[in-house]
Structures are given as structure tokens and as C-alpha cells.
């Protein structure tokens, strides 16, 4: 996979999270990594399709999801997460990766299509990524830990 | 349109009040004005408007921020983009957000009606797929494991199973695009997965990524078998598949936030397989 390819996702993130409440965003590490991927917490999936495709995972532990759901929602309290604070992260999701597609247009890739987010919750799992290799980029937004899987090609 | 209550966001007094004139001409309301993202939600909450145009180039947050903020505070929201600069790029971030219309300045009346009996209007075509998808996806699912296990397989539907559901142990997710965009959800606990390999290769599976690699390879074939069902009865749903993703480990809760699921599961001699198939209205940006 060519690492160019983080760029948009990097610039979509950095567009769009303080769009959405979050006011310092700061990228923590890039790695390559297989494509099986452990997560603790929250996966949002959102896959992509044209001249590039495969899948974008956000992760977060679940306390860095009720945080992030937080900020999102003006400091509203949540206890859990419910179906409400679901879909405050898949519109996160949504949001990141269709401003991604942007980016990606702006660097040639063009004509891209993003699928409907799923949302996975659960205290131990894996992931298992349609590429052979991934790019985990560790942010840290408003000291909130969140993980970006990109498997692209 | 008599009746149709529309919130107008720009930050121009002057295209405020050119807009409000436009809509009252073809029968429309102006229920609420807002000239930034600031105001925008508040006035959005108290007017309860059936659309909100929203100009593209704005000071501060362009209209794309302004229709961000406002599809996260109601997903259901319809908006209609407003600008004067028209590109296709522009109509497919438009898209991909969930913008229901995009209209380029200056606006007529003809334009605005037209547009907005399109956003408006239930849509035939979505209805059709909504009635019809999890029917012949469950087919898909049932023939698939017949042929692949050379022993029957029923599906059995349940009907709509809401936005949410507790895995079994392996859930494949893959996406579905086209006319209306949509996912189909696949899940199956380790047991199953390893006698449908066992099955396949007459051996147990080597390793975890072996059953996770079947799954898969099934999840893509049942996806795709529907999909060329669903675009042979009518091809104006031209649908494909996006690559899958798969989950596995502890009871994993799995959401489609606001998309209805309905499905059912498949008996087989392996054991039960849950399909859950799920479309929503759009991407489709009425111009």
C-alpha cells in the first residue's frame, strides 16, 4: 500500500473534528500493521469503492467514545453508549472519511463511494481488513485517544 | 407545494429575503431564517421546517459545515444546497453527506418546486428494494449454502430487527452502493463457520484466519448473488459490493445507526446463520 495514501484521511480528520466540537487534533504515530487488528471498545466501519477501495475503521476504547460522543453533544453527560450516542459516531464516521473522498479527488483519486457506517462495540475483538496490509494512524484529539485504520488499495 | 415549511440559511439579508419571495410564489412557507451556523440549530428546532436550503459560500462555516452540524443533530434532515458554483465534485461530497438537492443560483421558482417535489416525494424505486431486498438476499444466502454444502438450506425471515443486534461470534459487514446505498450484515458464531469449513475441505480449519477467510469468501458470494438478483429484476437499482470487513471475538454488539435491518437466518446443516440486509434513501441529490 502507498503511504501517500493517509494523506486525505489525515487531512479529512484535521477538517473535519473541529468542525464537530473537538479543538486540538494531533496526529500521535503512523504504522504499518497486518490486517487483522485487535480493538477494545468502538469500531466504526465505513468501506470504500472506486478507483481505490477496501475499508476505513475508527477504533476507541469505550471511554474515549463516551468522551468523544461528549464533546460532540456540547458536554452533554453519556452514561453509555446507547443508539443515540451510535450515531453521533457513525456521523463522526460519515463525516471523516466522505471529506476524505474530497481530499482524495483533490490528489487525482477520483470518483470515490463511501458505504453507510456499521458500529461495533465489544470489550475484546478482532478485525479483519479486506487488504493485506493496513496503516494505523494514532491521533489525539482534545487528549482523547482514537485509532484510524486505513486499508486501502 | 401549498404548505411546505422551508428554513432558509444564508448569511445575506438581501438572498434571504430574493429566496422568501421565490417560495411564497410556488406556495411555500419561510418558517425560520438563520445567517449562520450559530443560529442555524436553534431556529431549526423551533420551526421544525420540511426542508432547509442552505447557501454554499458562507463567512465562517460554508454550507457543507453548516449541513454537517445540522445532519448531526438530525440525520433525517432534508437539505437542499444552494450556490453558485456548480461542479461535480461539489455534487458528490453533496451526496456522500446525505444532501437531498443542489441547486445552482440564481434560483427560479420552476428550479425550487421541481427539486423539492423530488426531495419530497416517497421515492418507487426505493420502496421496491426496501420490500424486495430482504427476501432475495435470504434467497442468495440459503442457495449459496445449498450449493456450497450440497444440503438444503431454508431461510427463515423475521422481519425488521431494528438498527442493532448481538453477534454470535463472526460478523461480516459489507457494503452495498448503488441507486440506494445499504449493508448487508452476516453473522455466525465460530462453531458454524468451522463446520461449513470442515464441510468444504473434508479437514478442520488450519488456523482462525482460515474460518474468518470462508466467511468472508461467503459473505461476498451471497452479497454479490443478490445483488445481480436484485439488478436483474430491475437494473435501475445498480448495485455493487463493497470489499468486506470482518469481526470477530467477544459478543460483539453490531449497529447500523439510522438504517432499519430486517433479515432472519438461514438453517442449515452447519447450523443457523443471521443475514441482516439494510438500504437507505440516497445517495440521490435531486439538481
Known sequence: ??????????????????????????????????????????????????????VVLIGMSMDSAK????????????????????SALSEMGNMVVANSCMQF?????????ISPPTVLISESGTATLPVKKAIKLSFSVDDIDVNVYVGLE | MNGLKVMIVDDSPFSRTLLGEILGSIGCQVAGEADSIDSMIEAYTSCKPDIVTIDL???????????????????????VLISSIKDEETAAEARRLGISGYIQKPVDGETLLRVFKNVMAPDALFLKLKDTAAEVFGEALAQTMTRMTKAP??????????????????????????????????????????????LLLHRRPKNPEETIAMVAELGNIVAGTACSMLNNKDKAFGLRV??????SGNTAQVASPGMELQGGYAETECGHIFLGIGFKKGPVLWT
Open chain 1, 1 to 54: 500500500m502507498d503511504v501517500k495514501i493517509i494523506n486525505p484521511i489525515l487531512a479529512a480528520f484535521s477538517e473535519i473534528l473541529p468542525q464537530i466540537g473537538f479543538c486540538s487534533v494531533r496526529k500521535k504515530g503512523v504504522s504499518l500493521v497486518e490486517s487483522c487488528v485487535a480493538y477494545e471498545g468502538v469500531l466504526v466501519n465505513i468501506a470504500l469503492l472506486g478507483s481505490i477501495k477496501g
Open chain 1, 67 to 86: 468522551q468523544v460522543v461528549s464533546k460532540m453533544m456540547m458536554g452533554m453527560e453519556v452514561p453509555t453508549l446507547d443508539s443515540l450516542a451510535q
Open chain 1, 105 to 113: 479527488n483533490k490528489i487525482g483519486i477520483e470518483g470515490l463511494d
Open chain 2, 57 to 79: 459560500i458562507m463567512p465562517g462555516s460554508d454550507g457543507f459545515e453548516c449541513s454537517r452540524a445540522l445532519l448531526l443533530h438530525d440525520p433525517d434532515a432534508k437539505i
Open chain 2, 153 to 198: 438450506a431454508n431461510f427463515s425471515p423475521s422481519g425488521t430487527i431494528g438498527t442493532q443486534f448481538l453477534s454470535q461470534g463472526i460478523t461480516t459487514v459489507i457494503g452495498i452502493i448503488g441507486r440506494h446505498s445499504g449493508t448487508m450484515i452476516m453473522d455466525l458464531s465460530l462453531e458454524t463457520a468451522e463446520r461449513i469449513v470442515f
Open chain 2, 242 to 247: 463493497f470489499p468486506p470487513s470482518l469481526f
